[in-house]
């Protein structure tokens, strides 16, 4: 319960703490979440769940208020509230307009972050889903660029469109079952086309989140509109809802139309792969590169999670983490540039690892990690998701695999092209301790689970047995 | 102690010299972070000849287990086995010589102590490579020496002219070796799906004892995905374009990476993986012909190169197809042969070039030395010494290992023998116009240049002077039989007893009249061009032309045969053309464009509606009555 109590109350905290404390407030709140999520996470035996709350309770219309976690779920709320207090800590040296607010929002996001993960009724799932979206749209719209009115409007329309889709899918199968908790929408047998209806509304969410070609034109404006802190939430943890709920709910609850959909999503995903991955490659705004750079890594983990198996499972998993560490670490990055520079263009930066070469150094790091080379974490994630595509499909697993060559061209061009060169003129301060801790802590993440990723499988593999177990006893089709 | 501790010792302490200098070199003086390095580096040749001494059968080492799923089990083992302690060897025991130059040649640099670590790093990553006891721990160093030869291309990152040109010839390099990375990787999902195991030991004893051999099919792509991952690293024919380029770096880099050890990292996959390639005899071909072709198309561009380093980068690329000539012909020790004995004097003659370099105050231009000789002597003599090494002169170990290489040749094919004997001439050709070039006649630089120059301190110095005794006495690893009865081939069969798959190959040796006819024909040979381009470049004076004078051939070579360019109009530019079409077209007109019209149009309905809640409650009603009314009619006409 604590989970949900205290981002909820710092958030409140925060909303209304004298200005100067804010920042800190909000940042022991995060840090808070995290030894209470990490005090969990000892206790939890893999492989089984915990339920949070269950009333025993079942509404008139078959709400039933089920909230819990088994591995899965627990990873990606430990995942959550690594990534938040880190986003807040990188942001202490900067100044939005309203402090209060700001913090508030961040830690609502949590609050409903933690929520969608632990979410075992397809209601309770719907409204934390949706409620992301308020604390994301406000805090882009508060504190981002002045202009992107526009295309935070159309991110939301693009999003709120998606989520109806989903809603619907809900609803048709809802009727079906005896309430909406996931192991009765699980059990649900649904004939191929509905079937194909149903994961078809809940794609449509998932895709555009994610987002997945060609769903995915609001995300490269929206990134770059956004303030640092929202690119970070945006990227590092909102899209992995989306991947989240692909694993958790698209696929079992109509497992009947993976055979059907899954060629439909690899292919959207591999078109991502490459197009976006082309796309970057003559980019000048480093931003824009980066939020091309996610797009291309992020249907690499679509196309895997398709596949549905142990080892494309167990690597998405291992990837999900890989490209949150590394996403908020490049938009760190950016955002240094962006703020020291004024500017987001790359062709205007230049000379700067002379000046400062720690941020030059923690910037290689990120930057070598995005590039998935050995001791981080990326490497196995990559290595396992390629090899499931290929061996789905040998030319599919070869045109996904040139995201090795692309994502090298790509990221060494960005930084090479700001970072390098003759010394600026322009006057650029090094990291601060916050930014420098921030740096430090997610290159850490990534070279730890680079070198032992084994532990984030032996965390989520027994409930990843568990779920294939689940679809397999209720809907007689072996995957 | 054991040999397991020993190995983990051999490992730990490049690695320990890299994160104390990593962490603390910034604080420390310069003496103290060169010194650590290099001593490491020593500590770990030390140690890699005591556990080649004790070694007799093949040890594993199990470290821990990276992965463990129902399809795959990614082990962090190693394996010590005869190829494996004699890259080792190679690796440490160059590697030493290296640091121990790099004190003096880095001395003056301000990132001294980044240099060291990545070197150190470096070392670490290759010793993964070489010792790693499957496909993935191959690709895990495979990938980590990559990323140390990125950051030491472009170390100079941020120099004032260069620095942006250094970091284009690292990500260059990178890329190209990831392009040969995607056949490495597919290699190893086949043999993944195909054995279920990437494991050398489990491989070997499917194939050689239990006999599990797949189809031919599946054998040629396996070994031709290996290939193509070597042709990456290798710099092979097509993706050999980097490896010029990265003479970016500084010259110890050039040596240790980029001519002795890393580039040789595709020469030891084949020997690791021979039994795969034996039963591939159409990849075997493939690799002759790649590699013949590579040899002559870099000898003939290193003709007429002006910048000592590219001279001797491409005449790297040029040994690496010989190399490849001898893997193609199933002659594994032969090449395992010429890798130690090129790791020897191309080691030397990088070093001497950067003694030169050094003595020349960054200058790199040949056509700007000349009569060197007497200025720096020691460098001289021992930049001779390389240069007959690698031109074959005899009794030198570059005359025996190439004679290997050639003496398979015959055997295999007489018109492979010629075309090889034809790159071994151009090799002895372009090597000695250089070395006549940068060290007799008159000096052709700058007054204030002649006044810098300056033999090069003994910490420099040594290294050359070690390396050209090893240049020199390389050849008695492997003696050919014609001289003594026994002690002959003792390369050879020491790699054949301890390592998978070399003990069924059965070589061949050239009777004693032919093997001399052989020889003799080489000496002749050497010994005729040496002549002849003394009398050309010290007796005539020849000198090099500046490059707006060449025409023909000449332009040609000099041109480097124009890849560069034609990879750019092939693969760069359509690429990026793509790239910023996407962009333009599909991004931006198409899909962005269609978005707002669909949110423009709820925009509008939103609008539209809006205007329904007029507030006034007779609209509402007529709104209720023609429900009503429509209701009515639906019914009536339903019935």
Same mark, same amino acid.
């Given at each position: 319960?604590?989970?949900?109590?205290?981002?909820?109350?710092?958030?409140?905290?925060?909303?209304?703490?004298?200005?100067?404390?804010?920042?800190?407030?909000?940042?022991?709140?995060?840090?808070?979440?995290?030894?209470?999520?990490?005090?969990?996470?000892?206790?939890?035996?893999?492989?089984?769940?915990?339920?949070?709350?269950?009333?025993?309770?079942?509404?008139?219309?078959?709400?039933?208020?089920?909230?819990?976690?088994?591995?899965?779920?627990?990873?990606?709320?430990?995942?959550?509230?690594?990534?938040?207090?880190?986003?807040?800590?990188?942001?202490?040296?900067?100044?939005?307009?309203?402090?209060?607010?700001?913090?508030?929002?961040?830690?609502?996001?949590?609050?409903? !972050?933690?929520?969608?993960?632990?979410?075992?009724?397809?209601?309770?799932?719907?409204?934390?889903?949706?409620?992301?979206?308020?604390?994301?749209?406000?805090?882009?719209?508060?504190?981002?660029?002045?202009?992107?009115?526009?295309?935070?409007?159309?991110?939301?329309?693009?999003?709120?469109?998606?989520?109806?889709?989903?809603?619907?899918?809900?609803?048709?199968?809802?009727?079906?079952?005896?309430?909406?908790?996931?192991?009765?929408?699980?059990?649900?047998?649904?004939?191929?086309?509905?079937?194909?209806?149903?994961?078809?509304?809940?794609?449509?969410?998932?895709?555009? =989140?994610?987002?997945?070609?060609?769903?995915?034109?609001?995300?490269?404006?929206?990134?770059?509109?956004?303030?640092?802190?929202?690119?970070?939430? !945006?990227?590092?943890?909102?899209?992995?809802?989306?991947?989240?709920?692909?694993?958790?709910?698209?696929?079992?609850?109509?497992?009947?139309?993976?055979?059907?959909?899954?060629?439909?999503?690899?292919?959207?995903?591999?078109?991502?792969?490459?197009?976006?991955?082309?796309?970057?490659?003559?980019?000048?705004?480093?931003?824009?590169?980066?939020?091309?750079?996610?797009?291309?890594?992020?249907?690499?983990?679509?196309?895997?999670?398709?596949?549905?198996?142990?080892?494309?499972?167990?690597?998405?998993?291992?990837?999900?983490?890989?490209?949150?560490?590394?996403?908020?670490?490049?938009?760190?990055?950016?955002?240094? !540039?962006?703020?020291?520079?004024?500017?987001?263009?790359?062709?205007?930066?230049?000379?700067?690892? =002379?000046?400062?070469?720690?941020?030059?150094?923690?910037?290689?790091?990120?930057?070598?990690?995005?590039?998935?080379?050995?001791?981080?974490?990326?490497?196995?994630?990559?290595?396992? !998701?390629?090899?499931?595509?290929?061996?789905?499909?040998?030319?599919?697993?070869?045109?996904?695999?040139?995201?090795?060559?692309?994502?090298?061209?790509?990221?060494?061009?960005?930084?090479?092209?700001?970072?390098?060169?003759?010394?600026?003129?322009?006057?650029? =301060?090094?990291?601060?301790?916050?930014?420098?801790?921030?740096?430090?802590?997610?290159?850490?993440?990534?070279?730890?689970?680079?070198?032992?990723?084994?532990?984030?499988?032996?965390?989520?593999?027994?409930?990843?047995?568990?779920?294939?177990?689940?679809?397999?006893?209720?809907?007689?089709?072996?995957? | 102690?054991?040999?397991?501790?020993?190995?983990?010792?051999?490992?730990?302490?490049?690695?320990?010299?890299?994160?104390?200098?990593?962490?603390?070199?910034?604080?420390?003086?310069?003496?103290?972070?060169?010194?650590?390095?290099?001593?490491?580096?020593?500590?770990?040749?030390?140690?890699?000849?005591?556990?080649?001494?004790?070694?007799?059968?093949?040890?594993?080492?199990?470290?821990?287990?990276?992965?463990?799923?129902?399809?795959?089990?990614?082990?962090?083992?190693?394996?010590?086995?005869?190829?494996?302690?004699?890259?080792?060897?190679?690796?440490?025991?160059?590697?030493?010589?290296?640091?121990?130059?790099?004190?003096?040649?880095?001395?003056?640099?301000?990132?001294?102590?980044?240099? %060291?670590?990545?070197?150190?790093?470096?070392?670490?990553?290759?010793?993964?490579?070489?010792?790693?006891?499957?496909?993935?721990?191959?690709?895990?160093?495979?990938?980590?020496?990559?990323?140390?030869?990125?950051?030491?291309?472009?170390?100079?990152?941020?120099?004032?002219?260069?620095?942006?040109?250094?970091?284009?010839?690292?990500?260059?390099?990178?890329?190209?070796?990831?392009?040969?990375?995607?056949?490495?990787?597919?290699?190893?999902?086949?043999?993944?799906?195909? %054995?279920?195991?990437?494991?050398?030991?489990?491989?070997?004893?499917?194939?050689?004892?239990?006999?599990?051999?797949?189809?031919?099919?599946?054998?040629?792509?396996?070994?031709?995905?290996?290939?193509?991952?070597?042709?990456?690293?290798?710099?092979?024919?097509?993706?050999?374009?980097?490896?010029?380029?990265?003479?970016?770096?500084?010259?110890?880099?050039?040596?240790?990476?980029?001519?002795?050890?890393?580039?040789?990292?595709?020469?030891?996959?084949?020997?690791?993986?021979?039994?795969?390639?034996?039963?591939?005899?159409?990849?075997?071909?493939?690799?002759?012909?790649?590699?013949?072709?590579?040899?002559?198309?870099?000898?003939?561009?290193?003709?007429?190169?002006?910048?000592?380093?590219?001279?001797?980068?491409?005449?790297?690329?040029?040994?690496?197809?010989?190399?490849?000539?001898?893997?193609?012909?199933?002659?594994?020790?032969?090449?395992? %042969?010429?890798?130690?004995?090129?790791?020897?004097?191309?080691?030397?003659?990088?070093?001497?070039?950067?003694?030169?370099?050094?003595?020349?105050?960054?200058?790199?231009?040949?056509?700007?030395?000349?009569?060197?000789?007497?200025?720096?002597?020691?460098?001289?003599?021992?930049?001779?010494?390389?240069?007959?090494?690698?031109?074959?002169?005899?009794?030198?170990?570059?005359?025996?290992?190439?004679?290997?290489?050639?003496?398979?040749?015959?055997?295999?094919?007489?018109?492979?023998?010629?075309?090889?004997?034809?790159?071994?001439?151009?090799?002895?050709?372009?090597?000695?116009?250089?070395?006549?070039?940068?060290?007799?006649?008159?000096?052709?630089?700058?007054?204030?240049?002649?006044?810098?120059?300056?033999?090069?301190?003994?910490?420099?110095?040594?290294?050359?002077?070690?390396?050209?005794?090893?240049?020199?006495?390389?050849?008695?690893?492997?003696?050919?039989?014609?001289?003594?009865?026994?002690?002959?081939?003792?390369?050879?069969?020491?790699?054949?007893?301890?390592?998978?798959?070399?003990?069924?190959?059965?070589?061949?040796?050239?009777?004693?009249?032919?093997?001399?006819?052989?020889?003799?024909?080489?000496?002749?040979?050497?010994?005729?061009?040496?002549?002849?381009?003394?009398?050309?470049?010290?007796?005539?004076?020849?000198?090099?032309?500046?490059?707006?004078?060449?025409?023909?051939?000449?332009?040609?070579?000099?041109?480097?045969?124009?890849?560069?360019?034609?990879?750019?109009?092939?693969?760069?530019?359509?690429?990026?053309?793509?790239?910023?079409?996407?962009?333009?077209?599909?991004?931006?007109?198409?899909?962005?464009?269609?978005?707002?019209?669909?949110?423009?149009?709820?925009?509008?309905?939103?609008?539209?509606?809006?205007?329904?809640?007029?507030?006034?409650?007779?609209?509402?009603?007529?709104?209720?009555?023609?429900?009503?009314?429509?209701?009515?009619?639906?019914?009536?006409?339903?019935?």
């Amino acid at each position: 319960m604590e989970l949900y109590l205290i981002p909820l109350v710092f958030a409140l905290v925060a909303a209304i703490s004298p200005k100067n404390m804010v920042k800190y407030i909000g940042l022991a709140g995060a840090v808070a979440t995290l030894i209470a999520t990490v005090l969990k996470a000892m206790a939890f035996q893999t492989g089984s769940t915990v339920l949070v709350y269950d009333p025993e309770l079942v509404s008139s219309f078959g709400l039933t208020f089920k909230m819990g976690y088994d591995g899965m779920g627990l990873f990606m709320v430990l995942l959550t509230n690594v990534i938040v207090p880190i986003i807040l800590l990188s942001n202490l040296n900067r100044k939005v307009a309203n402090e209060r607010g700001f913090n508030a929002m961040v830690l609502l996001m949590q609050f409903a !972050l933690v929520g969608v993960f632990t979410a075992l009724d397809g209601i309770l799932f719907y409204v934390f889903w949706e409620l992301t979206l308020v604390p994301i749209f406000l805090i882009a719209l508060w504190y981002g660029a002045t202009d992107s009115k526009k295309s935070l409007i159309k991110f939301f329309i693009y999003t709120f469109v998606g989520s109806l889709a989903m809603l619907l899918s809900l609803m048709a199968l809802g009727t079906q079952a005896a309430d909406f908790s996931h192991e009765s929408l699980v059990a649900v047998q649904l004939t191929a086309k509905s079937a194909c209806w149903i994961m078809g509304g809940f794609f449509l969410a998932f895709a555009i =989140k994610i987002p997945l070609f060609p769903f995915h034109t609001w995300q490269p404006a929206t990134y770059t509109n956004a303030p640092m802190a929202g690119t970070m939430l !945006l990227s590092g943890l909102m899209l992995k809802m989306a991947l989240f709920g692909m694993i958790r709910w698209m696929i079992p609850l109509a497992p009947e139309a993976l055979g059907e959909m899954q060629f439909l999503v690899i292919t959207l995903g591999l078109i991502g792969i490459v197009y976006a991955a082309i796309i970057a490659i003559k980019q000048n705004d480093i931003k824009r590169i980066f939020a091309f750079a996610s797009i291309s890594h992020v249907g690499l983990i679509a196309a895997g999670i398709m596949l549905f198996n142990t080892d494309a499972l167990s690597a998405a998993f291992v990837q999900l983490l890989n490209h949150s560490l590394v996403a908020v670490g490049l938009f760190l990055a950016a955002g240094i !540039l962006e703020d020291r520079f004024g500017s987001r263009d790359i062709t205007q930066m230049g000379g700067v690892a =002379k000046v400062a070469p720690r941020f030059a150094f923690w910037f290689a790091v990120i930057a070598f990690a995005s590039v998935s080379v050995p001791f981080t974490s990326g490497f196995i994630g990559e290595f396992l !998701l390629l090899k499931g595509l290929y061996n789905y499909n040998w030319v599919v697993g070869l045109i996904a695999a040139t995201t090795l060559v692309f994502g090298a061209v790509y990221t060494f061009r960005a930084y090479q092209v700001s970072m390098n060169g003759a010394a600026t003129t322009h006057p650029f =301060k090094d990291l601060s301790w916050n930014e420098t801790l921030a740096f430090f802590l997610i290159a850490m993440m990534i070279v730890i689970f680079g070198v032992y990723p084994q532990a984030i499988i032996n965390f989520v593999g027994p409930s990843l047995e568990n779920l294939k177990g689940l679809i397999q006893a209720s809907n007689n089709i072996v995957q | 102690m054991a040999i397991d501790k020993l190995i983990l010792l051999i490992m730990a302490l490049p690695l320990l010299g890299a994160f104390v200098n990593g962490t603390a070199g910034k604080y420390l003086p310069k003496k103290i972070v060169g010194t650590l390095a290099t001593l490491v580096m020593f500590a770990a040749f030390g140690l890699a000849l005591m556990v080649f001494n004790r070694l007799h059968d093949t040890q594993i080492i199990h470290l821990f287990q990276v992965l463990n799923l129902d399809s795959i089990t990614l082990n962090a083992r190693l394996q010590v086995d005869s190829l494996s302690i004699w890259m080792t060897l190679v690796v440490t025991g160059v590697g030493a010589l290296i640091h121990l130059f790099s004190m003096g040649y880095m001395s003056h640099d301000k990132g001294y102590y980044k240099f %060291f670590t990545y070197l150190n790093l470096f070392i670490f990553a290759m010793l993964i490579l070489v010792l790693g006891s499957n496909y993935f721990m191959l690709f895990f160093g495979w990938e980590g020496v990559g990323i140390c030869s990125y950051l030491l291309i472009g170390f100079h990152y941020s120099d004032l002219e260069k620095g942006m040109l250094n970091s284009i010839a690292a990500r260059k390099a990178f890329i190209m070796n990831r392009i040969g990375d995607l056949g490495l990787l597919v290699a190893l999902f086949l043999i993944l799906n195909q %054995f279920g195991t990437l494991e050398y030991n489990e491989l070997a004893d499917r194939i050689l004892v239990d006999k599990l051999i797949p189809s031919d099919w599946m054998m040629l792509g396996i070994t031709l995905m290996l290939f193509i991952g070597a042709t990456g690293k290798s710099a092979q024919i097509p993706l050999f374009t980097w490896l010029p380029d990265a003479m970016a770096g500084p010259t110890p880099v050039s040596a240790l990476i980029h001519a002795a050890t890393m580039v040789t990292a595709g020469i030891f996959l084949v020997v690791r993986s021979n039994y795969l390639f034996e039963l591939a005899p159409t990849t075997q071909d493939i690799m002759l012909y790649v590699g013949l072709a590579t040899s002559l198309v870099a000898a003939f561009i290193a003709m007429r190169q002006n910048d000592i380093k590219k001279v001797l980068a491409y005449s790297t690329v040029s040994q690496l197809g010989l190399l490849f000539v001898a893997l193609g012909m199933g002659a594994y020790t032969a090449a395992i %042969f010429h890798v130690t004995t090129h790791a020897f004097f191309k080691a030397l003659l990088f070093l001497g070039s950067g003694s030169v370099i050094h003595a020349m105050s960054d200058e790199q231009d040949i056509r700007k030395m000349g009569g060197l000789k007497k200025f720096i002597p020691i460098t001289h003599l021992t930049f001779l010494i390389g240069t007959l090494a690698i031109a074959g002169f005899p009794l030198l170990s570059g005359f025996y290992s190439k004679d290997e290489i050639l003496a398979h040749a015959v055997m295999h094919n007489g018109v492979i023998y010629a075309v090889l004997m034809f790159s071994v001439a151009l090799t002895a050709i372009y090597m000695f116009r250089m070395y006549f070039l940068v060290f007799h006649g008159e000096f052709r630089g700058s007054a204030e240049a002649k006044h810098h120059l300056h033999e090069s301190p003994l910490n420099m110095t040594l290294p050359l002077i070690v390396l050209a005794i090893l240049s020199v006495f390389g050849g008695l690893l492997n003696l050919p039989g014609l001289f003594f009865e026994k002690g002959t081939h003792w390369l050879s069969h020491f790699l054949e007893h301890n390592t998978r798959g070399l003990e069924l190959i059965h070589s061949v040796h050239l009777e004693t009249s032919q093997a001399m006819l052989l020889m003799g024909s080489a000496v002749v040979m050497t010994i005729c061009i040496l002549i002849a381009s003394f009398v050309v470049y010290v007796k005539r004076g020849s000198l090099a032309k500046a490059d707006s004078e060449l025409t023909g051939w000449e332009l040609a070579s000099n041109k480097k045969l124009y890849f560069d360019e034609v990879y750019n109009k092939l693969f760069v530019q359509p690429i990026e053309w793509i790239g910023k079409m996407s962009h333009q077209v599909i991004e931006v007109a198409v899909l962005n464009k269609s978005i707002s019209v669909f949110t423009t149009a709820i925009g509008k309905t939103g609008d539209l509606v809006r205007k329904w809640q007029t507030g006034y409650v007779s609209n509402y009603l007529l709104w209720m009555v023609l429900g009503i009314v429509g209701l009515v009619v639906y019914y009536l006409l339903k019935f």
